[in-house]
């Protein structure tokens, strides 16, 4: 079976424009969770969607939204792009969701705002 | 609030000696724990997990770690490095407490693996 897929795999943006990146879950998945690593840093969690409703959202402002299509893929956007939001940023899929699920990751979706 | 510390930016262990890499958690509740590994350019990949049950944990790889809540500890383990393991490694946790039902897990900064041939 194919894993989580992300595209497109790498992005450079300017300052103010907006983004949307793209994730597939694996088959039978139907929670996706998204999360932004910085160089040097751990990942840390944006959003977690399950049956198209988000069920959690990390302490990210206002311009970072996402939402997930009835074939359970999802994506996340990104209006008025900063400096600062140059970074990996990974898409994990989980069977149900649930706290004791294993979320398996992809290969993330590189942006770079110049 | 769940946080996870991972003390050593970087370890180096000889191919086929033993090697360690260190993780303390805190949380208010009980924690699920987790250790992931990323090579350069690439997501992150399972490596196991602690649920509940048998402190010893096996996973991917050859790789165990071992949760001891005395001192909120998981420390990722491994009997024979090979050269092949160089990566980075994360170490995250869930509060079963304060999860909300959802699954945020709050990752360490990573600590870099390098085994010398």
């Known amino acids: 079976d194919a894993g989580v897929t992300q595209s497109p795999t790498h992005l450079i943006k300017t300052r103010g424009q907006q983004v949307t990146l793209r994730c597939s879950p694996i088959s039978g998945h139907k929670s996706v969770s998204w999360y932004q690593q910085v160089l040097g840093q751990g990942p840390q969690f944006i959003f977690q969607?399950?049956?198209?409703?988000?069920?959690g959202r990390g302490n990210f402002p206002d311009r970072f939204s996402a939402r997930q299509f009835p074939n359970y893929s999802s994506e996340l956007n990104v209006n008025a792009l900063l400096l600062g939001d140059s970074a990996l940023y990974l898409c994990?899929?989980?069977?149900?969701?649930?706290?004791?699920?294993?979320?398996?990751f992809g290969p993330g979706t590189r942006l770079t705002v110049l | 609030a769940q946080s996870v510390a991972q003390p050593e930016d970087q370890v180096n262990v000889a191919e086929g000696n033993p090697l360690t890499v260190k993780c303390t958690y805190s949380?208010?509740?009980?924690?699920?724990l987790f250790w992931y590994v990323q090579y350069p350019n690439r997501g992150l990949q399972f490596l196991l997990k602690?649920?509940?049950?048998?402190?010893l944990v096996k996973g991917s790889y050859g790789f165990e770690a071992e949760f001891n809540k005395s001192q909120t500890s998981f420390h990722l383990k491994k009997p024979s490095a090979l050269v092949s393991d160089s990566a980075l490694y994360f170490c995250a946790v869930r509060d079963r407490k304060n999860s909300g039902g959802y699954q945020k897990v709050t990752f360490g900064i990573g600590t870099k693996l390098q085994v010398i041939p």
């Open positions: 994990a899929s989980s069977p149900a969701g649930t706290v004791t699920d294993t979320q398996y």
């Open positions: 949380v208010s509740g009980n924690p699920y």
């Open positions: 602690y649920i509940t049950g048998d402190n």
């Open positions: 969607y399950y049956e198209k409703e988000e069920r």
